[in-house]
T-cell receptor, first 113, second 115 residues
Framework: EPEVTQTPSHQVTQMGQEVILRCVPI?????FYWYRQILGQKVEFLVS????????KSEIFDDQFSVERPDGSNFTLKIRSTKLEDSAMYFC???????????FGPGTRLTVT | RKEVEQDPGPFNVPEGATVAFNCTYS??????FFWYRQDCRKEPKLLMS???SGNEDGRFTAQLNRASQYISLLIRDSKLSDSATYLC????????????????FGKGTHLIIQP
C-alpha cells in the first residue's frame, strides 16, 4: 500500500539555524499538507498546497516558514531561523482529488536546542 | 477560534467491552468529519470518515449529529490492540484566506484496553 514518507525521522538543530524537512507524498495525490504536534499537545494545521501554490495557511505559518515542491515527488517545509518553540513533530499529509481523507507520513521530530 | 472538544480520558476498559467516545465541534460550517487513531509518538492514522447517515466498519461505528454538532465513535468487542489515542477531526471553513482544507484536531481521547 503506498505511503507518505518523510526524512529525516529526527533532526536536531541549534536555535537560529535553517532546517528543511522533506516529504514524498503518495504518487497520485494532488493536495499536500504540513501539520505539527508539540509534545503532549494536539495536532495543528500549518499549510495546504495545491497546484504549486499555498491554498491555505494557519496563523502559525508565519514568514519564518515556507513550502516548496521542487520536483515531481518531493514536498518540503523550510523553517528559516528556528526557535526553541519550533521543537515538535512535523507531519506531512496528502490526499487525491475528490477525496477528503488525508494520509499522514510518519513525521519528523525536530528538536531545537 | 474554531475548536474540536473531546474528553481526554483515559478510558480504562476490559478487553471485550464496548466503549464510546464523543466529540463536539464549534463551527457549524464544517464539512467533513473523521476519526483518526494515534499511537504513542506515531502519526495519526485514518480510522474512518463520519457520515450524516452513520457508518460502520467492522467493530467500529461512527455517528454524526449536525444539529447538535456532535460526533461519536463506538468500539465493540474491544481488543488489546485498540489501545491508542482517538482523535476527532473536522475539516472545513476553519481559517481565513478562503481555503477550507486544513483539518482541525481534537486533543484526543486516550483508551487503554486491559486484559
Amino acid at each position: 500500500e503506498p505511503e507518505v514518507t518523510q526524512t529525516p525521522s529526527h533532526q536536531v538543530t541549534q536555535m537560529g539555524q535553517e532546517v528543511i524537512l522533506r516529504c514524498v507524498p503518495i504518487s497520485n495525490h494532488l493536495y499536500f499538507y504540513w501539520y505539527r504536534q508539540i509534545l503532549g499537545q494536539k495536532v495543528e494545521f500549518l499549510v495546504s498546497f495545491y497546484n504549486n501554490e499555498i491554498s491555505e495557511k494557519s496563523e502559525i505559518f508565519d514568514d519564518q516558514f515556507s513550502v516548496e515542491r521542487p520536483d515531481g515527488s518531493n514536498f518540503t517545509l523550510k523553517i528559516r531561523s528556528t526557535k526553541l518553540e519550533d521543537s515538535a513533530m512535523y507531519f506531512c499529509a496528502s490526499r487525491p482529488q475528490q477525496v477528503h481523507e488525508q494520509y499522514f507520513g510518519p513525521g519528523t521530530r525536530l528538536t531545537v536546542t | 477560534r474554531k475548536e474540536v472538544e473531546q474528553d481526554p480520558g483515559p478510558f480504562n476498559v476490559p478487553e471485550g467491552a464496548t466503549v464510546a467516545f464523543n466529540c463536539t465541534y464549534s463551527n457549524s460550517a464544517s464539512q467533513s468529519f473523521f476519526w483518526y487513531r494515534q499511537d504513542c509518538r506515531k502519526e495519526p492514522k485514518l480510522l474512518m470518515s463520519v457520515y450524516s447517515s452513520g457508518n460502520e466498519d467492522g467493530r467500529f461505528t461512527a455517528q454524526l449529529n449536525r444539529a447538535s454538532q456532535y460526533i461519536s465513535l463506538l468500539i465493540r468487542d474491544s481488543k488489546l490492540s485498540d489501545s491508542a489515542t482517538y482523535l476527532c477531526v473536522v475539516k472545513g471553513a476553519i481559517y481565513s484566506g478562503g481555503g477550507a482544507d486544513g483539518l482541525t484536531f481534537g486533543k484526543g481521547t486516550h483508551l487503554i484496553i486491559q486484559p
